[in-house]
Every structure is written in structure tokens, then in C-alpha cells.
């Protein structure tokens, strides 16, 4: 009879082992918060509410959407970094996420250490809008306008280093122009302020302005990406690259990320959740029509995106002297 003794502490860590596998198996077993760094009503708290609803159906659980809007996304971010590693706080990040460590001289968070990849949701094209009521009826109009006239017109965007913000940017000095940037804690407000004549235009996410270029308050003039959407409603809208400013590609996304130390498992089974629900019926239906092309992956696929992202707006960034406003 052979016997092996086992000390206290190593009796400890068995059980604690047991029980942390326990827990992860029954993850989750309560709602699971899904910070949107923005304001309710835009491109971002749109794609977040309708994932969140296919996502609970799947988990079991309800999926609530916490909105923490300002600071270029720094704000709700940063409410991640500092929640527990259990995978029950979410952030739906996107571009500013990539482009915050290029434009801020301080982060309240380590980019590297803090965050854990969880899943890539999907690419959107930006979209360069005006009111229905814009003396620009087309690109080549506007385009001739800004060019002749410096610093006479603005663009708003839902935030300071965020797509619409960038794209801007890389609009004028790509085009040898200068436009005003208005930011807004949020597309909703930035979007009213387009449509009541405030503000000239924006290069806003598809996603937020679809509904209102399909009911005909909004006229798209341009999309951002190098190549033209498949989306029907923005099937015939040139891109800016093919109306005159060649090489011009701009582009949005969105991705879930969890706190830096999250077990595997844990971002294994969202990321299984996430990706379910972005094929499913509901989330399809809500948003390829208003432009976001849907496309998941593993964590790891989504953490090497968003590490090229870093690299290629720091870049960016630096050619156009973009800082912090």
C-alpha cells in the first residue's frame, strides 16, 4: 500500500484549481456588462445592442450595454482596464482604440498588459456625408469647394481620434485642403448637428448614417475604403480614391476586447458566443444593410488586426502632425 502525502497548502491549490475549472465551466452564470465607449444612439451602441441580444440569447444570459462616452474613448476603455479579469465586463472597441497610443502622450492603461483580445466583429466603410439640403450635390463639387477655399468648411465626428476624425484628417492632407474639425461625445450628436446645417459634413460609420441615407435626410457622396461597398444601399457610391484623391483608403471597425488577464477559457466561450452571434439571422438583418461587413476570428487573429491597425495610423498620424485637441 503506497501512500503520498500531500501538505496543506498544496491541498489548497488542488481545490483552488478544481474550483477555478468549476467556475469557468459554468461561466457565466450572471449578465455580463458590455461597455460602449459612445453615446447611446451611433454607428458603435448600435452594433453593440444588437450583438448583446444575440449574444444573451446563446449564453443564457443578459447582456447589458453600459454606455461611457468621452475622452476619445479613453473614458469606457479605461472602466475596462479596471474591472475584474473574469469576463464579465466587455468593451466594444474601435479604431480610436488602435490610435489612441499615437495621439495621447499618457494612457490611465497599459495597451498591452491591460486588454485581452476576445473577437473582431466586423470592417465598415466610412462614409462622407451631407445634409439633403448641402449645396454639394456630388463629390467633384464638394472636392472643387474645400480646395478653393481653405479652413472655410467643417466636418464633425463622433470624437477626437476616432474614424471619422482620422479620415478627415487624411482628407486634407491628402487633398491639399483644410477642414475644421468639430468632435462630439458621440455620432448621435454629431449626426443632428450635420443634418440641422451646423456642420458642413462628416466621415461617419455606415453603420450610423444608413438609416438616414436610406430615408433621404443624409446624401452620401463618397466612401472612404479603397474599394466600393457591396452593400446595396452604398453599391453605387464612389469612393473618394476613384473621385480624385488617388490612394485614399480609410476604413472603421469594431471588436470586443476583456480585461488583460481574463482566463482562456473564458475568452474562448465569448469568442464562440460573439461569433455565433454575428452570423446569426438578427445581427446580419440589423447591419450588413447599413454597410459593416461582417468578420470574425480567433483572438489571436483579432490581436495581430489590431496590432497592423497601431502601425499603420501611427504612421498616419505622424505624416499629418495629427495631436490631441
Known sequence: MSFFYKSPRTLILCFTFAFSCLAHAD???????????????????LVARTLGQSMAEDLHQ???????????????????????????????????????????????????????????IGISPNVLVVSVDSPFKTFSQLLAA???????????????????HLAGELFSTSTES??????????????????????DMMFATASAVGNLIESGKLRALAVTTSVRSATPLLAKVPTIAESGVQGYAAGSWYGIFAPGGTPQEVINKLNNSI???AKSTAFKNRVESEGLVIKTGTPEEFSKFVKAEELRWRTVIKDANITED
Open 62 to 120: 443578459s447582456v447589458i450595454i453600459d454606455n461611457k462616452p468621452g475622452g476619445s474613448t479613453i473614458i469606457g476603455t479605461d472602466a475596462l482596464a479596471k474591472s475584474p479579469p473574469d469576463g464579465y465586463s466587455l468593451v466594444v472597441a474601435t479604431l480610436a482604440h488602435a490610435v489612441n497610443p499615437s495621439l495621447k502622450s499618457k494612457l490611465p492603461y497599459n495597451q498591452d498588459r491591460d486588454f485581452a483580445a476576445v473577437c473582431l
Open 146 to 164: 474645400v480646395r478653393a477655399t481653405p479652413g472655410k468648411y467643417s466636418y464633425a465626428s463622433q470624437g477626437s481620434g476616432t474614424s471619422a
Open 275 to 277: 461569433r455565433k452571434a
Open 178 to 199: 483644410k477642414l475644421i474639425h468639430i468632435p462630439y461625445k458621440g455620432a448621435g450628436p454629431a449626426l443632428t448637428d450635420v443634418l440641422g446645417g451646423q456642420v
Open 27 to 45: 461561466f457565466p452564470d450572471r449578465p455580463i456588462r458590455l461597455i460602449v465607449p459612445f453615446s447611446p444612439g451611433g454607428g458603435t451602441d
